[in-house]
Nanobody, 122 residues
Framework: QVHFVESGGGLVQPGGSLRLSCVASEPISGIYGMVWYRQSPGKERELVAG?????????SDAVKGRFTMSRDNAKNTNTMYLQMNSLKPEDTAVYFC??????????????WGQGTQVTVSS
């Protein structure tokens, strides 16, 4: 199974920015989409952003307009990013990346990594 290593998290003040990176253990076929999820204490893991196999991006309502997801342009890439701007305290969570088929209910294929902690606080 493909494994992921996320990085780039940290402590940031409200209104600040962070850029998360994710590297897969092997290239991801272009037939799959790639996703970022997050999980806050006591809450279920939730989808934050995704790039479909055709290149369309999707965002949760909570982050739309503030977060931008991208992936390497190589045909079979193993790296993706999440640019997070105008961060809010409610964005505090552990952020995870993965891949799969992105539809109304995403089907995740890879193994979950350790994630990277994002803390937004003054």
């Amino acid at each position: 199974q493909v494994h992921f290593v996320e990085s780039g998290g940290g402590l940031v003040q409200p209104g600040g920015s962070l850029r998360l990176s994710c590297v897969a253990s092997e290239p991801i076929s272009g037939i799959y989409g790639m996703v970022w999820y997050r999980q806050s204490p006591g809450k279920e893991r939730e989808l934050v952003a995704g790039i479909k196999s055709g290149g369309d991006t999707i965002y949760s309502d909570a982050v739309k307009g503030r977060f931008t997801m991208s992936r390497d342009n190589a045909k079979n890439t193993n790296t993706m990013y999440l640019q997070m701007n105008s961060l809010k305290p409610e964005d505090t969570a552990v952020y995870f990346c993965n891949y799969g088929r992105i539809g109304p209910i995403p089907v995740i294929v890879g193994s979950w990594g350790q994630g990277t902690q994002v803390t937004v606080s003054s």
